[in-house]
């Protein structure tokens, strides 16, 4: 079982930066990778980036490349999400989620994560 919560949200304008956490609990360390997603209104959720727990590898959304970092400290349990640069349409809810079965072929795949955290809303005003 593992139990995720997210922080780190708020409002900013654009251009700004925020930083959110994923701070995990629970045996996070069999999951092969933690993703972070996001939801706007009236939107499907869709994939932004995610890090395997043990190799660090990264993966992108096309959109957020270059803007967006996604880190881990594998002593916290805590996975970061830097966002930079930062667009009003960026706004939305994000989640934070981990993959329990290594699936890279399908890292950006919301039916092959397991657990999720709550959400964290980020806003963007232009």
């Known amino acids: 079982q593992v139990q995720l919560v997210e922080s780190g949200g708020g409002l900013v304008q654009a251009g700004g930066s925020l930083r959110l956490s994923c701070a995990a609990s629970?045996?996070?360390?069999?999951?092969?990778?933690v993703g972070w997603f996001r939801q706007a209104p009236g939107k499907e959720r869709e994939f932004v980036a995610a890090i395997t727990w043990s190799g660090g590898n990264t993966y992108y959304a096309d959109s957020v490349k270059g803007r967006f970092t996604i880190s881990r400290d594998n002593a916290k349990n805590t996975v970061y999400l830097q966002m930079n640069s930062l667009k009003p349409e960026d706004t939305a809810v994000y989640y934070c989620?981990?993959?329990?079965?290594?699936?890279?072929?399908?890292?950006?795949?919301?039916?092959?994560?397991?657990?999720w955290g709550q959400g964290t809303q980020v806003t963007v005003s232009s």
């Open positions: 629970g045996r996070i360390f069999n999951s092969y990778a």
């Open positions: 989620a981990a993959q329990v079965y290594a699936a890279p072929k399908q890292i950006d795949a919301n039916s092959r994560y397991n657990y």
